[in-house]
């Protein structure tokens, strides 16, 4: 069975810094492309950010320059380190396989 957890969000200052991971397993992770994407109240779910099995890395404009994604093959465990967050970041983040299967998400919200 595939499962997906993320964590690590929370309420933050205009500014500041979130670290998410996302646990996987029921299937090879580090063989497919794992991606976060986000949906804010109201709003479609929004690709963030996709990495490859080959290390590659693919973001959306918005958070080019202030998003980094990784992940530990080993631990399994995709990660997506969040900076100079804005308010247009709040948002419900998610993980997703390359199949489209999305686990439990993580709140993030930004707000002083």
């Known amino acids: 069975e595939v499962q997906l957890q993320a964590s690590g969000g929370g309420l933050v200052q205009p500014g500041g810094s979130l670290r998410l991971a996302c646990a996987a397993s029921?299937?090879?992770?580090?063989?497919?492309?794992m991606s976060w994407v986000r949906q804010a109240p109201g709003k479609r779910p929004e690709w963030v950010s996709t990495?490859?099995?080959?290390?590659?890395?693919y973001y959306e404009d918005s958070v080019k320059g202030r998003f980094t994604i990784s992940r530990d093959n080993v631990k399994n465990t995709l990660y997506l380190q969040m900076n100079s967050l804005k308010p247009e970041d709040t948002a419900v983040y998610y993980c997703?396989?390359?199949?489209?299967?999305r686990g439990q998400g993580t709140q993030v919200t930004v707000s002083s």
């Open positions: 029921g299937f090879t992770f580090g063989s497919v492309s």
């Open positions: 990495m490859d099995p080959g290390s590659r890395r």
């Open positions: 997703e396989t390359k199949d489209g299967f």
